[in-house]
């Protein structure tokens, strides 16, 4: 289906050199896009967990604000 679409000039800027770079056409790039961004649903995204580190001293779970605050009044 042929569309037209309204792009920022830097947008489009960069797009154009990545096509020329790789070798697929500017159409195939945003289709690609498009279907990246529609496959990831529409829904809010899900943050992956939080790492946790072994400082050898208190374990603080920083997501937990309260328990946080406690360790930093040290109680």
Partial sequence: MKTTLNIDDTVFTRL???????????????????????????????LPPLPSFDGGGTTVDIADREHLWRAKEGR
Wanted: hydrophobic content about 35%; aromatic content about 0%.
């Fill in 16 to 46: 154009k050199t990545e096509a020329a770079s790789s070798g697929r056409t500017m159409s195939e790039l945003v289709e690609s896009a498009l279907r990246l961004l529609l496959t990831r649903g529409t829904g809010a995204k899900e």
